[in-house]
């Protein structure tokens, strides 16, 4: 079993960063993990994954590329999203996912084991 916990999120102007973090409980160094995004009325919305290796693949939402890189720390248990230039379209809940296999698959939200809660990004103009 395994409890994710994201944080780091807040509200921005345009072109600004955040750096979110999802900090596990329980062994995720075999899963391969995510990021996603919901907000209300629309579905949610892979944005970023990164597979099981020690160095892993990343994948990225054609709408994120160039602007937000995923990372992973096992050492500490640890997924991270570093957000630049924000656009007031990256405003969502942000969640941080884990799935017990080696290859993510990013356009499939009910692919995934484990979620954490969430964290808002709010980006204004």
């Known amino acids: 079993q395994v409890q994710l916990e994201e944080s780091g999120g807040g509200s921005v102007q345009v072109g600004e960063s955040l750096r979110l973090s999802c900090v596990g409980a329980?062994?995720?160094?075999?899963?391969?993990m995510g990021w996603f995004r919901q907000v209300p009325g629309k579905e949610r919305e892979g944005v970023a994954s990164?597979?099981?290796?020690?160095?892993?693949?990343?994948k990225y939402a054609d709408s994120v590329k160039g602007r937000f890189t995923i990372a992973k720390d096992n050492a500490e248990n640890a997924l991270y999203l570093e957000m630049r230039n924000l656009r007031p379209e990256d405003t969502a809940l942000y969640y941080c996912a884990a799935k017990d296999a080696w290859l993510p698959r990013l356009a499939d939200p009910g692919y995934w084991d484990y979620w954490g809660r969430g964290t808002e990004v709010t980006v204004s103009s």
């Open positions: 990164i597979d099981s290796e020690e160095v892993g693949r990343t």
């Open positions: 329980g062994d995720t160094h075999r899963s391969c």
